[in-house]
């Protein structure tokens, strides 16, 4: 497994304490929710399908779907995208 080395500020540092033990799941939920904020952000530019946006953040177009509900998107998730996601 590489090493990473990174500065991250003190304040940061101190609210990453309690979970020392657990950075690598820390840092993949993380990287999870960025990819998901960026897929829905092209999305709302009409740059992908909200199947895509999913398929970018690596997760399922109900949980996108859900994600956008949450972020006050109303998600319009049309029959072709449907038939792809169940083929």
Known sequence: MPTVTIAIPDDL????DPYRDT???????????????QGLTLYKQG???LWKAARLAGVSLREMTQYAV?????AHVEEETIREELA
């Open 70 to 74: 949450a972020h006050g998107l109303r």
């Open 47 to 49: 740059h992908l399908s």
């Open 23 to 37: 950075l690598a799941e820390v840092l993949r939920i993380g990287l999870q929710e960025v990819k998901k904020a």
């Open 13 to 16: 540092s101190a609210q990453l």
